[in-house]
């Protein structure tokens, strides 16, 4: 069966096709154009999008769970809860997150989790997992448990990527620790992402990690060492070294709008991505709960530990920080598009398969309004 979504404005996100037409056969997008340049077959279901704008499906590099379920719960029924939740703000693939964990718990998770998300209706929305942590520093651990921090090794890392079958795709590290040179290696030879996160590297430190391999950022200003004029710091280091990319919580409480700005200014565009760093809690109504070991008090769109009263992960969704985005910077659509498509899909290196809308490509997709709103999502060519 050939789809075929006309009538619509459709944001690929290199092309912003004002008046186009998309075609989907089976789980692949066959053709995209202008309405004017583009046959619909007469056997083709036709959805008249007029007043719709069309995007990739959006990908989301680090989310821990929603609606009161964790990733590391590694259970088909959490999953799916997950993504149902993630997928009705235009979520359609995940790089679903691990905290800090004990290694044998930890072990465990990395076992269970493929196998149990093929189980759910939506194995194509998984793209590997990503471990933040357990190589932090403890100066910098916010709220992963302190019991649970090492330092890194190769030994370990070969042990994680066994147990995911494979399926380990991003590590997020403090590239100062003893050991951190020797893992950074070894993880960019494995083809596996190595990120810069909670952190107290000085910029040398950085500098040096970036030479053998480092190559991202996790919640670029969160958990990482600040900027002096005499010691740049982490900080420093990731908005100056063009070659390392970048991720960001824009919730409007995780980081100021002028330091958001700052980093869309300082960075190409194919260097930021968009990330939700969702908590378990998110989705669910004001109140207390309990949080990775730590009391945490949901209100007004923050998560805060009881009775500190810092941060400790979001409750945002990709399409709201989207919004915040274009809302802050003043980019075109296409640009914020990018950011949540692309853009992460070129870290992961999947981009000839997902984060843009050409041929060949999967057909996973999301209309929204005119106002940004999620409308209708569409994954491996499936409307759900």
Known sequence: ??????????????????????????????????????????????????????????IDIHVHGAHGHDFAEATPSAIRKIIDFHMAHGTTAFLPTLISLPDDRLQDVLEKLPDAWSETCYPSSFLGIHIEGPFLNTAFKGVHDLQALCLPSIEKIETFLYRSSGTLKMVTLAPELPGSTDAIKWLNQHQIAVSLGHSKATYDQVKEAVRNGLGHATHTYNAMRGMHHREPGALGAVLDFHDVSTDIIVDGWHVHPMAVRLLWQQKELEKVILITDASPVCGLPEGVYSLWKTEVRLHQGKVLTIPSGRLAGSVTTLDQAMRNLIKITNCRLAEAVQTITYNPAILLGIESQKGQIRKGCDADLVVIENNYSVKMVIISGKII
Do not use: H
């Open 1 to 58: 069966m050939i789809q075929a979504y006309t009538k619509a404005r459709i944001i690929t996100p290199f092309e912003d096709i004002a008046s186009g037409t998309l075609l989907v056969e089976g789980q692949r997008i066959q053709a995209v154009g202008r309405q004017a340049d583009i046959e619909i077959p007469p056997q083709a279901e036709v959805f008249d999008l007029k007043d719709k704008i069309i995007c990739p499906g959006f």
